[in-house]
């Protein structure tokens, strides 16, 4: 009311000027019978001179423009207001919130804050009573700023948790999971926007690591406490830890929104278990609101189970292990070594790679290790039927039974064994069970989400820039993306983990660069054979195969040797093929029958390579990426296998 009261009396003068102007002009207007008309002709008002209709029409004009004018700024005065109001209703409404949580508090807790907080925090409000609580949820983030210090003065209640650092409220750049993924975008942002303040949201305990040395090289390290330092010696004796940094790379938590230069910052054993996509904020499973202006889903993936497992009751249970984490690992190494038999099941890349690690281990140990899967050979869903009949005779010497074609109908415990019955009547008495039967894309945000989740692959779907909504990215595991050569797909290797986010870091940092890497994948059965794929690699498919013999320097170790590390993605993914040219035939290509030392494996579809394996030959990645992106037909891949020099000795 104050407001329009305002811009009347501003705008009152003005009209009573131009009233009383245009009294005096119709006066003047030659009206003869001495009265003054009830309404001025439409001609007065807009013709010439004569009478004074051009200054009718200036006078008109003005009137008319004062009154737009007032109009909208009245408008746009008491829009002003009511969000005003609005935003005084909010902080009034937080205020008691807090105060109510603050009053049991203030009685117990005195002691001031600590002097090198006060250096780097925003100014407090006067007289702090209380550390802060994680278990309160951040104000809303209209008010987050005028209202931090004060809901940082909140005590947790009698039956909180204990007292933590404050959790940020905001987050410029949020990345939930605390993967490869995760940790490739956030080195990727700060690369480009070096000021970044960059928070990681993970539900495991520990910070980002790489998971491919939890089944490879962390079973065959000598230390006795490998389990504790999670350092591993690679196959060229170089000794790294798991971790991709140290904790002294990362900053606190409730150091970020002070921090001058940025910062990554990793939030530990907290889940995000809601988010609100409108109002670009998350709730963590401890009712923690945050928000954020960009926000990255790398959820990965959860490991899958047998019904037959599920349904066989706790007993059962407790003695299976779904191999994902460090947990699991150290869980593992601590039933190989006080249980006498192990049963894996699965015929995959990580069933076929933990049964050669414990095949290994029994043979000092006396541990019984058996592996089995529905396919008759190891990887059988992947390699052609000799090279997987192969690879399961090379596992066998490692120290493993195998048992193929086997289908589980079900598991029970009896006698301090676990009796798995099989549909053709076998039966297999274990200590333990290791289910290594295939991941499940984590997609528990999709529904408060909003997101679209693919029904043939799993994942969320996104577009060629990995994005799911407008600033809303997702890589690695849980990402469905659309392959330019392929299709759409989804991936599970730490290659594309690494790569993919790569690029949604990029892109979340302004790139807007499409999405066309080939990944690459590898697995290593133990130091002396190993294999890289790209592509398609299904055993469905047609396939060629050209082999040779293989020599000393054909073996993963011979590889880590001449790359220096272990997790080779990291040196392929940079590298960049030359112009598909082959050199010139040192000898013929031959397919050797009995001996697969190294060769190169075509998959075809439509008579064009959508998917190669290198078999034991290794630094050639790039090659095989450019032949898949190029996307042709070739008349004789004898030649092709030439471009990646395996008869050279």
């Known amino acids: 009311m104050l407001t329009c009261r305002t811009v009347w009396r501003k705008l009152a003068p003005l009209g009573r000027a131009s009233a009383t102007a245009c009294r005096q002009n119709v006066r003047r207007a030659g009206l003869n019978n001495a009265r003054t008309p009830l309404c001025v002709p439409v001609a007065h008002m807009s013709t010439g001179p004569a009478g004074g209709g051009g200054d009718n029409l200036k006078y008109a004009l003005l009137v008319g423009a004062a009154f737009a004018g007032g109009l909208t700024y009245a408008v746009l005065t008491l829009r002003g207001d009511q969000d005003r109001y609005l935003e005084r209703m909010a902080d009034i409404s937080s205020r008691r919130q807090i105060s109510t949580v603050k009053q049991p508090a203030t009685q117990t807790l005195t002691e001031p804050p600590a002097a090198g907080a006060a250096e780097t925090a925003a100014p407090p409000e006067p007289k702090p009573e209380a550390p802060p609580s994680p278990e309160e949820p951040s104000p809303p983030a ?25 959790l940020p409220s ?31 949201v993970t539900d495991e305990p520990n910070l980002p690591y790489m998971r491919p040395p939890l089944s490879k090289e962390l079973w065959f390290s000598d230390d006795p406490s490998v389990t504790e330092t999670l350092r591993f010696k690679q196959w060229n004796g170089k000794e790294r830890s798991i971790y991709f940094q140290p904790a002294s790379f990362y900053i606190d938590a409730e150091d970020l929104k002070s921090a001058e230069n940025g910062g990554v910052a990793v939030l530990t054993n907290r889940k995000v278990v809601h988010m609100d996509v409108r109002g670009n904020k998350v709730k963590l499973d401890d009712d923690t609101e ?9 959820t990965g993936g959860i490991p899958r189970n047998l019904q037959v497992i ?48 414990l095949g290994r281990r029994s043979t000092e140990t006396g541990l019984e290790v058996i592996q089995m899967f529905p396919e008759k050979g190891n990887m059988g869903k992947v390699l052609p039927e000799y090279l997987s009949n192969w690879t399961t005779e090379k596992v066998k010497k490692e120290g493993v039974k195998i048992i193929s074609e086997a289908l589980v109908k079900s598991v029970s415990y009896k006698d301090d064994k676990l009796e798995i019955k099989l549909k053709d009547g076998r039966l297999v008495k274990t200590d333990h069970i290791v289910a290594a039967v295939g991941l499940e894309p984590n997609v ?22 990995l994005q799911a909504r407008s600033n809303i990215w997702v890589a690695g595991d849980a990402a469905c993306f659309y392959d330019i050569r392929l299709g759409r797909r989804r991936v599970e290797h730490h290659d594309h983990a690494v790569v993919s986010g790569r690029l949604a870091g990029e892109n979340m940092t302004g790139a807007s660069k499409p999405y066309w890497h080939q990944s690459m994948f590898w697995s290593d059965l133990g130091p002396d054979v190993g294999y890289e794929a790209i592509g398609i690699v299904d055993s469905s498919l047609p396939t060629v195969g050209v082999f040779a013999k293989a020599t000393a320097k054909d073996t993963p170790k011979a590889a880590t040797e001449e790359s220096g590390t272990g997790i080779r993605s990291e040196s392929e993914t940079e590298d960049t093929a030359s112009s598909a040219v082959a050199p010139a035939a040192p000898a013929p290509a031959v397919e050797n029958k009995d001996e697969y030392g190294k060769g190169v494996i075509f998959y075809l579809r439509d008579k064009v390579v959508v998917g190669i394996i290198l078999w034991n030959v290794f630094n050639r990645m790039p090659v095989a990426r450019k032949i898949i992106k190029d996307g042709e037909e070739h008349a004789d891949l004898n030649e092709v296998a030439k471009l990646f020099n395996i008869h050279e000795d």
């Open 142 to 166: 209209e008010v987050a700023g005028a209202e931090a210090a004060t809901s940082s003065e909140a005590a947790p209640a009698a039956d909180a948790k204990p007292a933590s650092p404050t």
């Open 290 to 298: 945050i928000s954020y202006d960009k926000c990255l889903i790398a």
């Open 170 to 200: 905001h987050a410029p750049y949020l990345l939930i999971g605390g993967g490869t993924a995760s940790f490739a975008a956030a080195r990727s942002i700060r690369a480009r926007d070096p000021g970044a303040k960059v928070l990681i």
């Open 444 to 465: 528990d945000l999709a529904k408060s989400a909003g997101l679209e989740v693919d029904s043939d692959f799993g994942g969320y779907r996104v577009n060629a820039e």
């Open 310 to 357: 599920e349904r066989a009751g706790e007993e059962v249970m407790k003695r299976t292990t779904l191999f994902r984490k460090i947990e699991d690992f150290k869980s593992l190494d601590k039933v190989s070594r006080s249980m006498q038999s192990i049963t894996i099941i699965g015929g995959g890349f990580l069933g076929s790679e933990l049964a050669c690690a």
